[in-house]
């Protein structure tokens, strides 16, 4: 059965970093392309950055430069470093992987 469970989530001030792991199961983790989403309070959900199985990666603009989505494929984790964080990137995130799967998200609010 498939798992994806994010953690790393939590309240800090803007300025600040968190580093959100995903820890999966049941699928070939390595084999897939994954994804972090995101969504804020009364918004949809919508796409934060990509990584390829290789390690190719891509990132909305708007966290470009701030955020940094990386994979160790030995052991089926994806990660999410976000520094420079600001207010507008409150939201529950979650990660997905390629079959559009995902997990029950983790919160993350920047506020002082």
């Known amino acids: 059965q498939v798992q994806l469970v994010e953690s790393g989530g939590g309240l800090v001030q803007p300025g600040g970093s968190l580093r959100l792991s995903c820890t999966t199961s049941?699928?070939?983790?390595?084999?897939?392309?994954m994804t972090w989403l995101r969504q804020a309070p009364g918004r949809g959900l919508e796409w934060v950055s990509g990584?390829?199985?290789?390690?190719?990666?891509n990132y909305r603009d708007s966290v470009e430069g701030r955020f940094t989505i990386s994979r160790d494929n030995a052991k089926n984790i994806l990660y999410l470093q976000m520094d420079s964080l600001i207010p507008e990137d409150t939201g529950v995130y979650y990660c997905?992987?390629?079959?559009?799967?995902r997990g029950q998200g983790t919160q993350v609010t920047v506020s002082s």
């Open positions: 997905s992987n390629q079959a559009s799967q």
């Open positions: 049941g699928f070939m983790f390595s084999k897939y392309h």
């Open positions: 990584i390829t199985p290789t390690g190719n990666t």
